[in-house]
């Protein structure tokens, strides 16, 4: 059976079910007061966690991509995983917080299989009738300079990959979370690709008067960035498009679903509310 590591990135203590797939893993570790029992840690071996509020959860990447072998590299949040659901319409739904129980009734048990024979499996794309580079100059704390550096960069060091990108970036469609699976040899590829270019974003960018919430721009673009890969890569490798599950605190639930039964995730009347009264 091969070896799935799916890493589920925690700044803050919180349960993962004790699932064979999830590894819990504390980003940001060189940072915090104390190391989360039971947890691995990104701050180990090589690893870039004191650049944790910039990079979010692209610290645990980088700590796996340097220090851990296994077949298939995933990478999850505390509160939002994938779960096996081909055909699922939308491209994430809500539950309360995660336990093995309903891991169980998303499906987990036919992970494994989904997973096997995919070169890479990303979230159910989300549209938000609205170019990705258009959402990103208008998103709150983000920067559109920030995202013409990293396209900037990407055309200098990698032309090839120009006409991908504008694709990706004129479409509507978008991978949201920096969450994934992929197969070792697409994953080495991946983190090899990413993080010299954010490595040359951090070079060239200014961002010293940016505030807690602007400095997180290496984590913000990459989330481009792998929509990026994906559409480079995708007549080349296995891709598979699999829904997210938002958790959410039992005072958040019945909310949070009356919110996506009226306006549901992806769905245009939903992008035009959240246009109206801003990102």
Same mark, same amino acid.
């Given at each position: ?196 270019? %954010?490595?040359?974003?951090?070079? %060239? ?75």
């Amino acid at each position: 059976m091969p070896d799935i590591k799916i890493f589920v990135c925690c700044h803050q203590p919180c349960e993962v079910p004790k699932h064979p797939l999830l590894v819990p893993l504390q980003v940001g570790a060189a940072l915090a007061d104390t190391h989360f029992p039971g947890f691995l840690h990104d701050d180990t071996g090589d690893n870039i966690s004191t650049k944790n509020r910039s990079y979010c959860e692209l610290t645990a990447q980088y700590w796996a991509w340097k220090n851990i072998e296994a077949d298939y590299y995933g990478f999850f949040h505390y509160r939002r995983y994938l779960y096996p659901d081909p055909m699922a319409k939308r491209p994430y739904r809500i539950e309360r917080q995660p336990t093995l129980e309903l891991l169980d009734k998303l499906g987990y048990a036919r992970f494994e299989r989904i997973i096997e024979g995919k070169d890479l499996i990303v979230p159910k794309p989300e549209n938000m009738y609205l170019p990705v580079r258009t959402h990103y100059a208008s998103a709150t704390y983000h920067h559109a300079k920030d995202l013409e550096l990293a396209e900037q960069i990407v055309e200098k060091r990698m032309p090839k990959m120009t006409e991908a990108m504008d694709e990706y970036l004129t479409g509507t469609r978008q991978y949201f979370g920096n969450i994934y699976i992929m197969r070792r040899e697409v994953f080495r590829d991946y983190c090899s690709w990413l993080f010299s270019i %954010l490595e040359e974003f951090d070079r %060239l960018a200014d961002v010293s008067s940016y505030s807690t919430q602007e400095k997180r721009v290496d984590g913000y673009l990459a989330e481009r960035l792998l929509g990026v890969y994906v559409t480079y890569q995708r007549h080349s490798l296995n891709v598979q498009q699999l829904p997210r599950v938002h958790f959410c605190t039992v005072q958040d639930y019945i909310k949070k679903k009356l919110l996506n039964t009226a306006l549901p995730p992806g769905s245009k009347r939903r992008a035009i509310v959240k246009s109206l009264g801003g990102r």
